[in-house]
């Protein structure tokens, strides 16, 4: 992995800040430590917006080091009072929120427009 | 280095105290039997191309989309753990990963060089009191995965086992839909 490589990119959509993610893995520990400098970094920064949506589109397979990214980013998103969302999450990543229960812990929404326009 | 062979390697051939008889029924060879093993040391991205060569061999052998991806998580997890939580990311220790399949099974060994942890005392992630906390869901996902999970006692080697989910368990648009006892890869993503 290049010390450049890009993990993700924040996009406006009306009120919501969109951080779509780039790789299609995120399974290798380098990786998903810069990924989720990257995810943090625009949490701590954000400003002007209470909702920011991660989006999973790209992603095909997660293992358990993302979901540990994950549950500390919405640590950090509580404790700055933004609402965190995860959208388009593929079916099989799915079934490891469901199994874990963590989809119970994250908003999760099916599209990225009903992550924008659910209610914080 | 990834050593691949096409008859099997006796992986679990063990001793019967280190897998407690698990894999007696293990491939016998009567079958076109895929093996490889792979020594790497405790560094992270190891291990890789033996999980990618496995996932190969079982999608040319008609293993669902769900099932590569249960196969993928376990062997993922594993790797992770023995190099993080066994070897603890020292180099000079090394992570030992044998895979043995057919049609109708896959068998993987991985072994670290570490202490050991007591594997029968995990908290069980899903507690409403550790959903918060970040880390324990490795094991817990590679159980739910794998048809079958062993450790051996010191808690330094893990085995698994996993038969492909049969294709009536899947929804087929348009027939009536068939039970299953396994909820998690009955009901989703033969679309994927």
């Known amino acids: 992995m290049s010390a450049s490589t890009v993990h993700t990119m924040v996009r406006y959509e009306g009120e919501a800040a969109v951080i779509d993610c780039l790789d299609v893995k995120l399974n290798e520990e380098l990786t998903i430590q810069a990924w989720g400098e990257e995810l943090t970094n625009t949490v701590q920064n954000i400003g002007g917006y209470q909702r920011v949506i991660v989006n999973f589109q790209n992603v095909k397979f997660m293992s358990s080091s993302a979901l540990r990214v994950l549950i500390t980013l919405n640590q950090t998103a509580r404790s700055r009072k933004l609402a965190l969302f995860l959208c388009s999450i593929n079916p099989n990543i799915l079934e490891v929120f469901k199994i874990t229960k963590l989809d119970s812990l994250f908003k999760i929404r099916a599209t990225e427009a009903e992550a924008v326009h659910s209610k914080l | ?192």
């Open chain 2, 1 to 192: 280095m990834l050593n691949i062979k096409t008859q099997p390697i006796c992986l679990f051939g063990l001793p019967s105290d280190a897998n407690g008889g698990a894999f007696e029924n293990a491939l016998d060879g009567s079958s076109d039997v895929w093996s490889a093993h792979e020594t790497f040391p405790s560094v992270s991205g190891q291990g890789e191309s033996l999980v990618e060569a496995t996932l190969h061999e079982l999608e040319t052998r008609g293993w669902s989309p769900v099932d590569l991806f249960q196969v993928q998580l376990a062997l993922e997890e594993g790797i992770a753990n023995a190099i993080e939580h066994g070897n603890k990311h020292d180099p000079n220790k090394f992570v030992h990963m044998d895979v043995e399949l057919d049609d109708a099974r896959i068998l993987v060994k991985i072994q670290d060089e570490g202490e050991g942890f007591p594997h029968w005392a995990l908290p069980d992630p899903t507690d409403e009191a550790n959903l918060d906390k970040p880390s324990g869901r490795g094991v817990f996902l590679i159980r739910n995965s794998m048809t079958k999970v062993w450790f051996n006692d010191k808690g330094t080697c893990i085995f698994m086992e996993k038969n492909p989910t049969p294709l009536e368990s899947f929804s087929i648009e348009g027939a009536q839909e068939t039970s299953s006892s396994d909820e998690s890869n009955a009901s989703e993503s033969v679309d994927e």
